[in-house]
């Protein structure tokens, strides 16, 4: 099942995650994939802290802009309209129990994607995420209750890269964004490749509301 | 009594943080609900109650790191 949530605050599309995730875990419904995008805010994973954040909070507050704990792992990142998020609700069943795989195949969607519009994206081993040219472009940070993903994988389509100049993204101070648009050179919009990712996903995880079974046998990360 | 153990999250990985406690010793807890979190890497764990019971002894705490295999709580 494929649930295109459009522009959406990004808390109450967690609330939706959430009651999803449960009802995956009682079988009321197949394995979801949400795609969403949402208003600028900071999230901060249980691996972050807050001062990875390099700008005042009452900067961003008096801006409307909320900085939040929220319950994936890794550090402080940003999402905004111009950014695909995707949050696979998937079990993940018998060898697919794998954290590392999991995340690796959620990398190779993005890859795919980038893939597209010839730009080599790469892996970087020990930093989770996809790059094209030593920046990154798309970042993972995901949950699992009782083996039922949430949180996921966003992808900077042609937003506003300003906003990363206000964290050390993922915590580490050495790190450039990009974004589609500013790779390929010309403004490219989420709705323009919602439906690239939507396949790129199936195709990497043999998606069809069956069983959730990646078809690409992962390469361990050291 | 139970043993519930941490399972194997990913290969390659021998440990994890601890960075939530759902429950207490003392605490009912229901089969399949959220014990502990943990975390490693870029993934958040929530391990789950294999049975519906009471926490007679809980092993971790927040901050503790936490050894694939290694029994976390026992419950009656």
Redesign the interface.
């Known amino acids: 099942m494929i649930i295109d949530l459009g522009l959406i605050d990004y808390e109450d599309c967690y609330k939706i995650q959430r009651d999803m995730v449960q009802r995956r875990k009682l079988c009321e419904i197949d394995d979801t994939l949400i795609l969403a995008e949402h208003n600028s805010v900071f999230t901060i994973g249980r691996s972050g802290r807050k001062d990875n954040l390099v700008v005042d909070e009452n900067y961003l507050c008096a801006r409307g802009i909320k900085v939040l704990n929220v319950d994936r792992g890794g550090d402080i990142t940003f999402h905004g309209k111009g950014q695909l998020v995707v949050y696979p609700i998937v079990l993940l069943k018998d060898k697919w129990r794998d954290l590392h795989a999991y995340m690796y195949n959620l990398e190779s969607v993005a890859i795919k994607l980038i893939d597209r519009y010839l730009l080599n994206p790469e892996r970087c081993i020990g930093r989770t995420g996809v790059w094209v040219s030593g920046k990154k472009v798309a970042s993972i940070g995901v949950g699992v209750s009782n083996w039922v993903t949430y949180h996921g994988l966003s992808i900077n389509i042609n937003l506003d890269l300003e906003f990363f100049n206000m964290i050390y993204p993922c915590g580490m101070r050495d790190v450039k964004m990009t974004s589609l648009s500013q790779l390929i050179g010309k403004d490219i919009s989420v709705e323009d490749i919602k439906d690239c990712v939507v396949s790129d996903f199936e195709n990497v995880f043999n998606f069809g509301g069956v069983d959730f079974a990646p078809t690409e046998a992962p390469e361990m990360k050291s | 009594m139970t043993d519930v153990k941490l399972?194997?999250?990913?290969?390659?990985?021998d440990k994890a943080t601890v960075?939530?406690c759902y429950k207490g010793v003392g605490d009912v807890v229901k089969e399949?609900e959220?014990l502990i979190?943990l975390?490693?890497?870029?993934?958040?764990?929530?391990l789950?109650s294999p049975v519906t019971g009471v926490i007679k002894q809980l092993f971790v705490c927040e901050g503790d790191e936490a050894r694939v295999g290694s029994i976390i709580a026992k419950i009656e």
Request: hydrophobic share 30%; charged share 25%; no cysteine.
């Open positions: 399972p194997s999250l990913a290969e390659g990985v960075t939530y399949g959220d979190e975390v490693t890497d870029k993934a958040t764990f929530n789950p």
